[in-house]
């Protein structure tokens, strides 16, 4: 009976499908700026602009539509919202490369002056995932923080 039980804790385990993306914000005094490494997966990202913008965009296949750094630009500016010293600053999109099954995503967002506190709010695939988890791995002033959003908890604030 045991072996049973165990057999379909495994296969749902296996069947179980996980909702995670990764962020690094590294903070770059000389360039008075945060520079935002992004790592999402392509088909959950596919997904959620497909239904976002009312139709299928092919993200990474040949039948990616034409302007995909515009929808990926709105779609993340809309999700990311970033306060420093408890001011909201515009997200700048640089561009984004696929690394197997992976959209990498480039970001900066200004940063005038000493950085003292971080609040970043991320529902990055939340409407399409309710358990997608969105990991913040920072690098400010020397120090590294992480923070852990989920739908239940999309903000977090960092002091630094």
Same mark, same amino acid.
């Given at each position: 009976?045991?072996?049973?039980?165990?057999?379909?804790?495994?296969?749902?385990?296996?069947?179980?499908?996980?909702?995670?993306?990764?962020?690094?914000?590294?903070?770059?005094?000389?360039?008075?700026?945060?520079?935002?490494?992004?790592?999402?997966?392509?088909?959950?990202?596919?997904?959620?602009?497909?239904?976002?913008?009312?139709?299928?965009?092919?993200?990474?296949?040949?039948?990616?539509?034409?302007?995909?750094?515009?929808?990926?630009?709105?779609?993340?500016?809309?999700?990311?919202?970033?306060?420093?010293?408890?001011? *909201?600053?515009?997200?700048?999109?640089?561009?984004?490369?696929? *690394?197997?099954?992976?959209?990498?995503?480039?970001?900066?967002?200004?940063?005038?002056?000493?950085?003292?506190?971080?609040?970043?709010?991320?529902?990055?695939?939340?409407?399409?995932?309710?358990?997608?988890?969105?990991?913040?791995?920072?690098?400010?002033?020397?120090?590294?923080?992480?923070?852990?959003?989920?739908?239940?908890?999309?903000?977090?604030?960092?002091?630094?």
């Amino acid at each position: 009976m045991f072996l049973f039980m165990l057999a379909g804790l495994l296969t749902a385990a296996a069947a179980h499908k996980y909702y995670v993306a990764v962020f690094l914000v590294e903070h770059a005094p000389a360039k008075k700026q945060l520079q935002i490494t992004a790592r999402v997966f392509v088909d959950d990202l596919d997904a959620a602009l497909s239904k976002t913008n009312g139709k299928e965009l092919y993200l990474a296949t040949k039948k990616e539509v034409p302007g995909m750094d515009d929808y990926l630009a709105a779609y993340f500016s809309e999700k990311i919202k970033i306060k420093v010293n408890g001011r *909201e600053k515009p997200i700048s999109f640089l561009g984004h490369e696929i *690394e197997d099954d992976v959209l990498i995503g480039y970001f900066t967002v200004e940063v005038k002056g000493k950085l003292k506190d971080l609040e970043i709010k991320n529902t990055l695939l939340f409407e399409s995932f309710p358990d997608q988890q969105n990991i913040i791995n920072t690098n400010i002033n020397s120090n590294k923080k992480s923070l852990l959003l989920t739908n239940d908890n999309p903000v977090g604030n960092l002091q630094f």
